[in-house]
C-alpha cells in the first residue's frame, strides 16, 4: 500500500479529481493548503503598501491506494496538474504499514 | 416616590402641544431620517470598514469599540454633551449647562439653530455627529488599545474635545463661528478634531508589536468595502441632513458628496496604480472615503464642478499621506485615522476657503476663486485651532488614562487578539 500526496495549484484541482475519477479509485482526501517551494511568495499591496507574501495557496490531494495502482495515479496527477510553469507543485510516494475500515475492521488492500 | 420621578422626567421631557407652530413635516422628516443614516455610518458602516482591515483575531474588538462608542455617547449627549456643545454661550468657549438632561430641549422649535423642526430632533442629528467622531480615532489604536482604557477615553475626550469645538463652530456665540470660518458637516468638528487626536493616539500608544517587521494584511475586504458603501450611503444624512431641511441646498449638498466621493475613489485608485502598479480594491474604498470627507465642510457652500475637482485633489492628498509621508515618518496610524480623516479634514477645510461662493449658498462666504482671501485665512485659523486643541488635549487625557488603568494591552494578550483576551470571544469559529 502506499499514500500519494500531491500538492497542486487550486485552479487544477478539478482536471485532476476527473483524471482520478476516470481510474475509478476508490476515494481522495483534499486540503487546502499554504505554502511556497521554488515559486516563493507573491506581493500584495495595501493602501499603497507593499508586503510579500511568503505563502501562497494550494491544494493537498491524498490518496491511498494498492502498489499496482501508483504508477497510473502518479501519470494521472500529473498530466492532469501540469501548466509547464512554475508552481505547478509536486507529489510524493510513501509506504503505508497498514490501513482499517473502522466499520468493518477490514485490514489492508480490503479496506480500501 | 416612582410616580414623583416620572412627573419629574415629564417635565424635564417638556410636554408640548403635537405640532407646534413653525414646524415644517417635510423638513422634520428628513432631519430625523438623515439622524439614522448617520447611526448608519457609525454602526455597522464604521464597525465593518475598520474591522476588515484588522487582522481576523481583532474583529470583534474593532466592531465593539464603534457600537460601544455608539451607545455611550448616546448616553453622555443628552445629560451634558449636548449643553456643553449647544447651551447658551459661555465666553465663545463652551455651551452652559442650561440645557442638563434635556432641559428645556422639547417638542418646540430652536429659533437660533433650526427653526422649521423639533429642538429634539435638531439635538438628535447632532448626537450621531458626537457618536460618529470618537469612533473614527479608534482606526488610529486599533489592535492594541485594552477596552477599559477605551471607554473612559471616548468619554472623556467627547466631553472636553468635542463638546468645546463643536460650540466654537457651531454654537451661537462660539468663537469660530463668530469669525466667520465655515463648516457646513463638520470638517473641522468631526474631521479634524478626531484626526488630530487619532494623530495624538497612535504617537501616544506606540506601534503594534512587529509593525514593520510583520505582514498584517487586512483579514477581511469584503467587509470594509461593505461598510465604505454603508459610509457613502450614510453621509448623504450627514452632509445633506446638515442643510436642516427639505430643500435645495439639501439637495445640492446631496450632489457635491455624491461627485466628491466619486472623484476621489478614481483619484486614489489612478495614484495607487501608477505608483504601484495595480488598481486596488482597498484603494477605491478608501479613496471614496477621502473624498466624501474632504467635501464635508464644503458640501453646501460649492459648485458641482468645484466638488469634482474637491475629490480629485482629496484621493491625492489623501493618498500621499497614507502611502508616502507615513512609511517615513514610521508612526502606526493603524487603520489611517489621521491619514485620511486629519489630513482629509484639513484638505477639505481649506478647499471651502478657495472655492465657496454665495451663488451656491447666499448663508456663506465667497472663496479665494470668486474673488476673497478673507475666508481662507478664517478657514486656516479654525483648521489650527481644532487641530492643535484636540491633539493638546487628546495627549493629557491618554496620558491621565494610562495612568489609572494603562492605554495597551500586555504584550502577550496583543498576541492572542482583542477579540480572546479582552471579550473572550471569537469571530470566526474555523
Redesign the interface.
Known sequence: MKKIEAIVKPFKLDDVKKALGDLNIEGMTVSEVKGFGRQKGHS??????????DFLPKVKIEIVTSDEMTPKIVDAIMEAARTGKIGDGKIFIVPVDDGIRIRTGERGDDAL | MSKLVYALLICLISASPALAAGIDTGDTAWVLMSTALVLLMTAPGLALFYSGMVRRKNVLGTIMQSFAVLCAVSIQWVLIGYSLSFGPDKFGLIGGLEFFGLQGVGQEPNLDYAATIPHQAFMLFQMMFAVITPALIAGAFAERMKFSAFLIFTLLWTTLVYDPVAHWVWGVGGWLRVLGALDFAGGAVVHISSGAAALAAALMLGKRKGYLTEVMPPHNLPLTVIGAGLLWFGWFGFNAGSALGANGLAATAFLTTNTAAAGAGLSWMAVEWIHRGKPTLLGLASGIVAGLVAITPAAGFVSPVSSIIIGLAAGIVCYASVAVIKPLLKYDDSLDAFGIHGVGGMFGAIATGIFATVAVNPAGADGLIFGSAALLGKQLIAIGASALYSFIVSIVILKVVDLVVGLRVAKDDEVQGLDITQHSENGYSL
Request: proline share 0%; net charge negative; aromatic share 20%.
Open positions: 500584495e499591496i495595501y493602501r499603497g503598501a507593499e508586503y510579500m507574501v
